[in-house]
């Protein structure tokens, strides 16, 4: 296997609403690119990047996976990613490795609410993007419909740099405006295409939109602009280096048109990642910083000092734990000794590999700009970066978002409750987005995820690939407890049993945050009236108690704790009786500052025929949502709202049977707000009812 440097090589994250055709698209470009004997989904329902037991049984990926294809001297990783809302992290940190987005669109549907959401992803890291619209073979495919959507969304900077020979069952290929040439497809799916003249019906349209074309990259570039007045147009050259500029300054989004399970128009798409994405060693800027925290630049040449991160892990039957990664800098090189420079420890690489799909290939050494992958990692983590003890920089990662469902979950057989932690620990390694531990309050194990699916995935996995069956009951909220006033407060811990009594005195005043402020802790000691030693533990029992609310047992959130003043004793002042102080100044502070409750509300997008939209925005209504906006799109509208979680547990069911099963929606978490007075009784007493019923039923089983 070819070792490449940064210049040859092409980071591409595949990008797009579900069922645009992404994972078949990347089979059409490696079979065009021979490095897969054959197109499409083999008999066991698997492609490529689509092998785990889950992808297969619903037919669309559940998590990103990586394939590379070799053309024109050119190395293109590809990175699949999933198209669902629950996903989309997976989407995230894969184009938070990228150089590029290929955003794939249908010629049916055109833009859908996660096109628009990872062209957000995309702007926020400053990818250049190629849009590729896809299924251009399908009944109700259509060009113009199609572009005009993604203008009026994405704007006048996406052009088309080819245009479709035919629509519907009549396409048949493509016109280059670069070339001014057509490639005409077999209609056999093989891939194979003649070069022709432009159809001599197509030929005014093509120079008009060549036209258009040439206006737009003359436009970023006064020399460009000369020439193009001096000689009525530019030269291909020009054209080519002109537009890979306007490319990568995210000046022009060019369009190209495919049917990947036709293989029409993938050799074109191959030659125009390679010609106008960006190469590894030019790519954006990335963050990183050093030990003290420094931001600071990357050298990307293959001999300076080696850094990588570490973007995903899944966990594959023969091999164990796989580590992928991104090299940033330096030389990477199998059976070498590196640091984890996010845990403070060195690691041991064994043999390095790059990625065909689930096949491990391995190689010697990989280069700055190229990702890879190695098993058996002790103990690294995604998000962790490999560097030198002598260069130990941290590349930031992703943040994870918050969960936005929670299920209680317990092991089917009474053996299996270690074996379900261990499994879950494992599925988390993957998904980091899944969250499990215990309701302190109610003594249960909960299992939280992005949705209801997201959360069922993680149960059918328990079962297929770890052998635990489990049980889960109904969702929870995550609600949490703030305060809404100022208040003072005094915590005193005196006991005297005979010998050394214990003795801590500490005066604080809590005060609120904003919303998403957590928690601080600020100490305004002076003189020395608490030693500097008791100090640590006058916030630990301040966090201890926070954790377990005040009102109905949710975390304490938004409030800044000042440690004013106390009191201590020589000989019995401990760490123990300053943390119990402190815990019972936070209890007296919760009494007079006014406590409430917080609820999360959700980011809803719900789309659906245009037909059934009156209805959705009524039902809407009758959860507490707020309608934000509708955009329209042919017959389909997609409503966006911000609804509390609390009325959105069922709203799957609703949808189906409000639009005859033709709605989608995705949702995620937005921000806490306070819950209506009205319902905020209902849910103390709700909560503190069962934490009751836990605790008689926790008495009854120990006696």
Known sequence: MKVYSGSEIRNVAVVGHNDTGKTTLISQLLFNAGAITRLGRIDDGTTVTDFDPDEIDRKHSISCAIAFAEWKNTK??????????????????????????????????????????????????????????????????????????????????VVPIQLPIGEEKDFKGVVDLVSMKAFIYAADGSGKYDTVDIPADMKADAEGWREKLIEKVAEGDDGLMERFFEQGGLSQEELIDGLRREVSHHEIYPILFTSASHDVGGHAILDAFVSLLPPADEAKSIDGRDKKGEPITFDRRPEAFPAALVFKTFSDPFSGRVSLFRVYSGTFKSDTTYWNTSKDHEERLGKLQVLQGKQQLPVSELKAGDIGAVAKLKDVHTGDTLATKEHPIVIEHITIPEAAISFAIEAKARGDEDKLGVALGRIIEEDPTIRFGRDEMTKEFLISGQGQLHVEIVVSKLKKKYGV???????????????????????????????????????????????????????????????????????????????????????????????????????????????????????????????????????????????????????????????????????????????????????????????????????????????????????????????????????????
């Open 76 to 157: 293109i990783n590809l990175l699949d990613t999933p198209g669902f809302g629950i996903f989309l992290m997976e989407a995230k940190s894969a184009m938070r490795v990228a150089d590029s987005a290929a955003v794939v669109v249908s010629g049916v549907t055109g833009v859908e609410v996660t096109t628009e959401r990872v062209w957000k992803f995309a702007e926020g890291y400053e990818l250049p993007r190629i849009l590729i619209v896809n299924k251009m073979d399908r009944d109700r495919a259509s060009f113009s419909r199609t572009l005009e959507a993604l203008q009026k969304k994405f704007g006048k900077n």
């Open 469 to 703: 069956d489990v049980i889960l009951h109904p969702p929870k909220v995550p609600y949490r407890e703030t305060i809404t006033r100022h208040a003072d407060a005094h915590g005193r811990h005196k006991k005297q049993s005979g010998g050394h009594g214990q003795f801590a005195d500490c005066k604080i005043s809590v005060e609120p945050l904003p919303r998403g402020g957590d928690f601080e802790f600020v100490d305004e000691i002076f003189g020395g009236s608490i030693p500097r030693q008791y100090i640590p533990a006058v916030e630990k029992g301040i966090q201890d108690a926070r954790v377990k609310g005040f009102l109905a047992g949710y975390p304490m959130v938004d409030f800044r704790v000042r440690l004013k003043d106390g009191q201590y004793h020589d000989v019995d002042s401990s760490e123990m009786a300053f943390k119990i102080a402190g815990s019972l100044a936070y209890q007296q502070a919760m009494e007079q500052a006014r406590p409430t409750l917080l609820e999360p509300i959700m980011h809803v997008d719900i789309s659906a025929p245009s037909e059934y939209v009156g209805d959705l925005m009524g039902d809407l209504n009758s959860r507490r949502g707020r309608v934000e906006g509708v955009d329209a799109e042919e017959d389909m509208q997609t409503v966006h709202a911000r609804v509390p979680l609390s009325e959105m547990l069922t709203y799957g069911s609703t949808l189906r049977s409000i639009t005859q099963g033709r709605g989608t929606f995705h949702m995620e978490m937005s921000h806490y707000e306070e819950v209506p007075r009205n319902l905020q009784e209902k849910i103390i007493v709700e909560t503190r009812k069962i934490a009751e019923q836990h605790a008689h039923a926790q008495h009854h089983a120990a006696h």
